[in-house]
């Protein structure tokens, strides 16, 4: 799962097949080209460069496009960057982006002014739209970063967006979905088709039983004490604890069992059934085992809801895996501020995304008094919300952007978020084809997953705070 969560750009600096004294310099490409590499490294961006191609390390004509593309497919790089070092080659970035089949940002330069002589050196501008055409042409998707300088925010909020959006892609490149068991009989609302999944995005959902599971976590709590005996401690040294060490020996027995399954058989993310029978693995609620595998990377969304586990890859993924995601059900509106909506679910947010205002809770669950479920408020911090689902054929992302606000206090795991206009959200999820799962991240991120479904041809961003004119107007 872990190359999965790490990026690297493929870096592929261009300009135009001229020298001249004033005009198409070949110094001053070559200046643009070791600064762009300068601000990418003071980033921390893993890239690679073409360096290997000529003494320059930039690609001036279309015939060296193959030689560039094989070395990226051998590089196996996640995207690539194609900054115009002056006018630029169209025809060899097109090609390049066109045989490599990845996430392609396209930017230049800010050109300087022309000379006290009236001469230019660069025009990169210029070939930026020349560029941007050819890679219509040869049906490649691309991100277009405005043309700036080097310190102009722009460049790294477009291209942390960028990275962002390409974390997602590759996340969903042969997506694991491990399913646990079945969906509860009354839930129609988490169907989903595997065979449509796998056509569309290539998503596998690989099943286990729970008779399977519990075999694994018998063995587990006979032979593998030492190993509990920590994570109990663990669990006592950093959650209020309102339940038996018993309970959190089992809860550690559940959280090792699936850990160990879903590494066994490479999977991202788990819909797990969570009542009945998992319920009798362990004698314990196994919402805080999800919120402690959630923490670890590994999303695990109760009820079975596939859609929701897919969800929440998005979510992490968008944050380049450096925040956990929570999900949560749509409950009730505030009941004193009407744009406001209470995000719950029975104890499974990860503790990561916790109130830092008093120490996390372990307690049991609201309807039978079974541990062990988290017990907390959300942080008050920026929140997007998200859905992936469908309708017919037709798969979408919900996305709305809001942010924590002062409610009433409940049991398990829950925030208030406020929203510009929630009626709006709340009709949009009604009439679908969403349900009331969604998954959450504590940032704002709608640029991210706006740009990520431009790489996801069967995937159509459906954006409800911010709108997609405001998103593209941030994308600017």
């Not at 286990?208 to 920590?230: F, T, W």
């Not at 062990?372 to 929140?383: A, I």
Request: charge should be negative.
């Amino acid at each position: 799962m872990n190359n999965k969560h790490t990026l690297k750009l493929g870096v592929v600096p261009t300009r135009r097949n001229l020298t001249g004294e004033f005009f198409c310099n070949v110094d001053v490409a070559q200046a643009n080209k070791k600064a762009t590499e300068k601000k990418l490294t003071e980033m921390g961006i893993d890239f690679v460069n073409i360096d290997f191609l000529n003494e320059e390390g930039i690609i001036y004509s279309g015939l060296d496009a193959k030689k560039v593309a094989d070395y990226m497919i051998q590089e196996k790089v996640d995207a690539l960057f194609t900054p115009h070092c002056n006018f630029g080659t169209e025809d060899a970035i097109a090609k390049i982006g066109k045989m490599v089949g990845k996430p392609l940002l396209l930017w230049a330069p800010r050109d300087p002014a022309p000379d006290s002589e009236g001469n230019r050196c660069t025009d990169s501008q210029c070939g930026l739209m020349a560029t941007g055409k050819i890679l219509r042409q040869f049906g490649v998707p691309f991100t277009y970063m405005t043309n700036c300088t080097f310190d102009d925010p722009t460049f790294e909020r477009t291209m942390n967006y960028f990275l962002g959006a390409v974390s997602i892609v590759k996340s969903m490149t042969h997506l694991r979905i491990g399913q646990i068991g079945v969906r509860p009989e009354e839930f129609w609302s988490v169907k989903c088709n595997e065979l449509q999944l796998l056509e569309q995005f290539g998503i596998e959902v690989v099943p286990v039983s729970m008779i399977e599971l519990k075999q694994q976590y018998d063995a587990i709590m006979a032979n593998e004490g030492p190993r509990l005996d920590e994570i109990v401690a663990y669990y006592k040294e950093t959650f209020e604890v309102s339940v038996d060490d018993d309970a959190l020996r089992r809860t550690a027995a559940l959280v090792c069992t699936i850990k160990d399954w879903a590494e066994a058989k490479e999977v991202s993310a788990i819909a797990s059934s969570c009542w009945g029978p998992m319920r009798d693995i362990g004698g314990v609620a196994s919402c805080f085992a999800f919120s402690e595998l959630t923490d670890m990377g590994l999303p695990v969304i109760c009820e079975t809801d596939v859609h929701g586990a897919v969800t929440s890859v998005i979510a992490q993924a968008a944050t380049r895996w450096t925040k956990a995601s929570f999900f949560a059900d749509i409950t009730i509106r505030h009941p004193e501020n009407d744009n406001a909506e209470l995000f719950w679910h029975c104890g499974v947010f990860p503790k990561s995304t916790a109130s830092k205002a008093k120490k996390p809770g372990i307690g049991v669950n609201f309807d039978e008094g079974r541990p062990t479920v988290g017990n907390f408020l959300l942080e008050d911090s920026p929140v997007t919300v998200m859905r992936f689902d469908c309708s017919g054929d037709k798969y979408s992302l919900l996305v709305a952007e809001g942010k924590t606000v002062p409610g009433p206090a409940t049991k398990g795991t829950y925030g208030w978020i406020e929203f510009k206009d929630w009626p709006k959200l709340e009709h949009k999820v009604v009439t679908g084809p969403y349900i009331h799962h969604v998954a959450g991240v504590q940032d704002h991120i709608a640029p991210i997953l706006y740009e990520a479904c431009k790489y996801i041809p069967a995937l159509t961003p459906d954006m409800a705070e911010p709108t997609e004119e405001e998103v593209q107007a941030l994308l600017r």
